[in-house]
């Protein structure tokens, strides 16, 4: 009975220890990026520098040498760049509508959506017909819509606090928009702006055509919240008003890009993988200082902060800048390939890619056995304001490295200004608090310090948790 006695004691007097150690290491963490951070020194050269880096573009690759470059200066036991190819596509001139009512004419703001095609030399004018969602369009069918230009108006839902969820409720429109209006007929496509703000700033962003025949692809364009309320209006004062837009965009043929990659090789397990990281390429109408230049320098220092701290991790740690993520995902898929080629062993991926606001937490897509053990670190992260530690996903970029047993995580800052600037115009450096940026790079760098400290449990939950 003594002996349990002491064992127990021992045990307890031991769990006391460690927590009393992770809690000094997650102190020095915070002071040292709030400190003597480098992410935003990076971020405002990224965005001020280089600019806007849609892939395939100059700015995308000036950006690949600028970050390796930094990299390299850190001292990491590994840099280097991972060839892939990636799409190439131009806004060109910049775009023109208007529409005509009582008289007057009415200019409005409107962007090209990436991956469309241009319209006429001379632009497309033509009656309008306002939707809010697919299920109406196919209502209305050809002989409604045929000749004439579909507006998508269907807005952020803005009672969702989360407003992910609202941008997931209405995006398809934008994606998918043109190629449904397409099989009736329609001429072109005016989406309402993924924005819950009303503003002039037309929000680009990725658009498909599916299987669509080339000689039914169709110009598709984003409006401004203020410039879909207005034609909305207008409408309603007259059916039969006309719409112009004309917009000069070209798709090229795929170039050669790349992933920029560097690790620190752990000196215990040095094949368990942890990777941290963002995506390189951004919009062109900004300079992607939110999306997602933010999460690339955050990533960056993660590593950066782990070498300040003294921190020696058991496991290689790897920070991976992802190209393509905005109109592909093609960096994405190419890491996971030649990691599956290679037999590597990621037990955990961390993505940051919302923005460089105030961290709240991170969401999970883990098995019940290692969301378990994350919710035991939920304490550590008090002090600092980090509360929200849920199931429900991680990223796009670390997504195809997902396997019952491993751990993503997505970062997750508050999240009520971010669709201000995504992909709109305003998504520019004066806009990223350098404060803000640094709690969530020292954030970051305290799970992946846990994780790299406990490793994950191999063996599957019983719970089976959706990604």
Known sequence: MKTRIVTIILCCFTAFNFAQNDESVLKEVYKTSLTNGKSYEWLEHLSNEIGGRLSG????????????????????????????????????????????????????????????????????????????????????????????????????????????????????????????????????????????????????????????????????????????????????????LKFYFKQNCKQFEDVQSYNVIGEITGHKFPNEYIIVGGHLDSWDLGDGAHDDGAGVVQSMDVLRLLKK?????????????????????????????????KNENHIFALESDAGGFTPRGFSFAANSTNFDQVLGWKDLFKPYLIHYFELGGSGADVGPLKTDTNVLAGLRPDSQRYFDHHHAANDTFEHVNKRELELGTATMTALVYLFDKYGVNPISGTKKIKD
């Open 57 to 240: 573009s100059k700015n995308a690759e000036l950006a690949v040498q600028y970050t390796k470059a930094e990299l390299e200066k850190l001292g990491l036991d590994k840099v280097w760049l991972q060839p892939v190819m990636v799409p190439k596509w131009e806004r060109g001139e910049k775009e023109k509508a208007f529409f005509e009512i009582a008289g007057f004419v009415k200019e409005v703001n409107i962007c090209a959506l990436g991956g469309s095609v241009a319209t006429a030399k001379d632009g497309v004018s033509a009656e309008v017909v306002e939707v809010h969602d697919f299920e109406e369009l196919a209502a209305l069918g050809k002989e409604k819509i045929e000749g004439k230009i579909v507006f998508y108006n269907r807005p952020m839902q803005a009672d969702l606090i989360s407003t992910f969820n609202a941008y997931g409720g209405c995006v398809n429109q934008r994606y998918a928009g043109a190629m449904e209006a397409g099989k009736y007929g329609a001429v072109g496509v005016i989406v309402r702006s993924m924005n819950l703000r009303q503003d002039d700033y037309p929000h680009t962003g990725s658009m498909s055509y599916g299987d669509l025949p080339i000689n039914q692809r169709i110009p598709s364009a984003a409006i401004s919240t203020n410039g879909a309320e207005k034609l909305s209006e207008a409408l309603k004062q007259n059916k039969e």
């Open 309 to 341: 701290s003294g921190i020696k991790p058991k496991r290689t740690i790897r920070v991976v800048l992802f190209m393509n993520e905005e109109n592909g995902l093609r960096g994405a898929t190419k890491y996971a390939e030649v990691a599956k080629a």
